[in-house]
């Protein structure tokens, strides 16, 4: 059967969220592997927030921003099909940098963006969510940098999105309390209650002042902000003493053509606080760990991970798109492989 590649790129830089005519699709040969190469088949791809600014010409680390025509920049997980390199087998299985397209050479370990999936008992998929890049972002920024413990308060924003649903399970493990969470709409507030949040606090029904005065009486002791905004803004009117903000992304301010803040940083002055950000792929140190521990939970049932996946390629746009509108209850992934379930 001959094999086409199938790919999305980069049509036009989004202004605001992005919008169907940002997106271009084509087809083209698949590449061949030379001497020491992999050709990876591409099963799911990953949906993430920052992919609108890549499309709009952002810097990638380590890499020149996307051009207008280029393979929007997106990690996936899928199989070795054809192996040039003695370490790897047809059948293997790898997550990393595959962009919006069905096939992918890689040059391994040259490309260090590859990782091989080793809890090979789960479900692969999971390589684009718990034990991938958003598991070690919500493990390694809440763990390692939120220095969260137990008996004491967390408080979660975009918490039944990709990052957040798994920071409040993390909590749970390790005997944070109380856990609450922040997410937009009743039915998101009932799924953090089910994952064990808890509060849940419903940021579409008003402003929060009010629910966290009531449930932080001596202020908000440890915030993984994944929002931003006007979100953080009033956080910061609540903290307590010595509190720590984790700032790991700010979705809400990314297809704004200004950056919106924080006006109160100063807030933290009184009460000895700290605000501190985290760049995932600087913590790759952790990486090993942080699958451990999260495989560990999956298996003892102690870790529910939940992924939203769309069938097919042809969806990726619309996947994109739904992010920035919420659409999403907890790691967005496209199935593009429709052969077999893991
Ligand atoms: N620092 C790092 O290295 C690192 C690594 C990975 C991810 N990140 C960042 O972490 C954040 C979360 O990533 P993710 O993969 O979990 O994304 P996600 O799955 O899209 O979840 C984010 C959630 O934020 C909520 N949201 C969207 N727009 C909002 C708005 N305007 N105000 C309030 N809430 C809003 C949405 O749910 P609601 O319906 O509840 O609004 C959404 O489900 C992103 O900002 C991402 O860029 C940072």
């Known amino acids: 059967m001959s094999r ?38 591409t099963r799911y791809l990953s949906l993430a927030p920052v992919m609108a600014m890549y499309m709009s010409g952002a810097p990638i680390a380590g890499r020149p921003p996307l051009e207008i025509g280029d ?45 091989r999936f080793t809890a090979t008992d789960l479900p692969a998929h999971l390589a684009l969510g718990a034990l991938g890049m958003t598991g070690f972002s919500a493990y390694c920024g809440f763990v390692d940098v939120g220095e969260p413990e137990a008996g004491k308060p967390v408080l979660v924003s975009g918490a039944a999105g990709g990052v957040g649903h798994l920071v409040v399970q993390i909590a749970r ?16 507030c009932a799924l953090l209650r089910e994952l064990g949040c808890d509060h849940a606090l419903d940021y579409w029904a008003g402003p929060l002042d009010d629910d966290l005065a009531r449930l932080f009486p001596d202020g908000v002791h440890l915030y993984f902000d994944n929002v931003g905004g006007e979100m953080l803004e009033s956080v910061l009117e609540h903290l307590g003493n010595r509190a ?12 704004r053509d200004e950056p919106f803040g924080p006006r109160n940083y100063t807030r933290l002055r009184r009460t000895d606080a700290s605000m501190r950000g985290f760049y995932v792929y600087n913590h790759a140190a952790g990486f090993a760990n942080a699958e451990a521990r999260m495989a560990d939970w999956i298996r003892a049932g102690k870790l529910r991970p939940v992924q939203h996946i769309i069938d097919g390629f042809e969806k990726m746009p619309a996947a994109l798109i739904g992010l920035y509108e919420g659409s999403n209850t907890g790691k967005q992934v496209v199935r593009v492989a429709a052969e077999r379930e893991e």
Request: net charge negative.
């Open 4 to 41: 086409i590649n199938r790919q999305w790129v980069v049509a036009a830089r989004p202004e605001g969220p992005p919008r169907p005519a940002d997106f271009d699709y084509r087809e083209t040969a698949v590449p061949q592997p030379a001497e020491g190469e992999l050709l990876l088949e």
């Open 71 to 115: 393979v929007i920049h997106g990690r996936g997980v899928g199989r070795v099909i054809e192996s040039r390199h003695p370490d790897y087998q047809p059948g293997d299985i790898l997550h990393g940098q595959f962009g919006w397209q069905s096939y992918k050479v890689t040059n391994l370990p040259a490309d260090d963006r590859f990782h």
């Open 173 to 188: 493990c390790l005997g944070c309390s109380p856990v609450v969470g922040i997410a937009g709409g009743p039915e998101k």
């Open 244 to 255: 720590r903000i984790v700032l790991c992304g700010s979705i809400s301010e990314y297809t």
